[in-house]
């Protein structure tokens, strides 16, 4: 199948798992497991990937599955045959599910030879997606109005977006090298898809991340123009190495920059 009608099926079926987050988050109540790693879970986020699973298996049943609720059970030896698959969050920003400031999305992205080439961000409380795949640009759509989107020269100040739930001395540093920005808080990948619609100048992640959070997102901001890359520059590659975290990373529009001068030596 070719890429774009491919999008329009993975768009459909984040919403579809949208619908589902939306059953959860909008009844009286929902309980919190954590896992191994700490990191919470929710209903919304198993039925999200259930949905998701299978829904990608039932599209096309030649691309394997990677899910964050599925990591553990796909070692490295197996997943590193794969040539192309498909890398999913089915629900980004639990702690923001949680406090239920409506700033999480459901993250969907085709990865092949190592890069993403097709991605959508789904934000279903603001009935919002953003989608990209190899070559044929970014958008926008909210409800059934479908813009194309891109990055912005950055200007001054610069327009910093930055984390809700995660801060660190990195960051911090960061941006007291930077000189005068604004800085706006977001929640989950979000933040990269304010520098891919031109409403942000740069998101700096000093911190941890697994690249079923990225993945979806690098490629929209690639097609609308900006970059995403590792804090050493260059570009965030996946499915590479036997542990799922990245490394920190920058995501930032046209003008380039070498972010990386305002670091602290060991971040």
């Known amino acids: 199948m070719e890429l774009n009608k491919l999008t ?7 919403r579809e798992a949208g619908e589902k987050i939306m059953a959860v988050y909008n009844s009286a109540d929902f309980s919190v ?10 209903a919304a986020d198993l039925a999200s990937h259930h949905h998701i699973v299978a829904a990608l298996t039932a599209l096309t049943p030649q691309y394997p599955v ?9 070692p490295f030896e197996e997943r590193s045959q794969w040539q192309t698959y498909w890398l999913v969050d089915p629900l980004d920003g639990t702690k923001e599910f949680i406090k239920r400031n409506d700033e999480f999305s459901i993250l969907i992205a085709l990865v092949h030879d190592n890069v993403p080439i097709l991605g959508v961000v789904h934000a ?17 759509q909210t409800g059934n109005d479908t813009k194309s989107i891109s990055v912005r020269e950055s200007g001054a100040p610069l327009a910093v977006v930055g984390s809700r739930s995660h801060a660190s001395a990195g960051l911090q540093a960061f941006l007291k090298n930077i000189g005068e920005y604004e800085l706006v808080s977001m929640g989950s990948i979000l933040k990269a898809c304010m520098v891919a619609e031109g409403t942000a100048d740069i998101y700096p992640r000093i911190g941890l991340t697994s690249e079923w959070d990225t993945a979806a997102a690098q490629i929209i901001v690639e097609e ?10 260059q570009p965030l590659r996946y499915n590479t190495k036997e542990s799922l975290l990245n490394p920190h990373f920058f995501v930032f529009g046209k003008q380039y920059r070498d972010w990386s001068r305002y670091l602290l030596p060991d971040a």
């Open 8 to 14: 329009q099926a993975a768009i459909a079926i984040a």
């Open 33 to 42: 497991e954590h896992k191994d790693d700490n990191s919470p879970l929710t």
């Open 66 to 74: 990677l899910s964050e609720e599925n990591a553990s059970e796909l």
């Open 124 to 140: 279903p409380v603001l009935k919002t997606s953003w989608f990209a795949s190899k070559g044929s640009g970014a958008f926008k």
């Open 224 to 233: 609308a123009g900006g970059y995403f890359t590792r804090t050493d520059m």
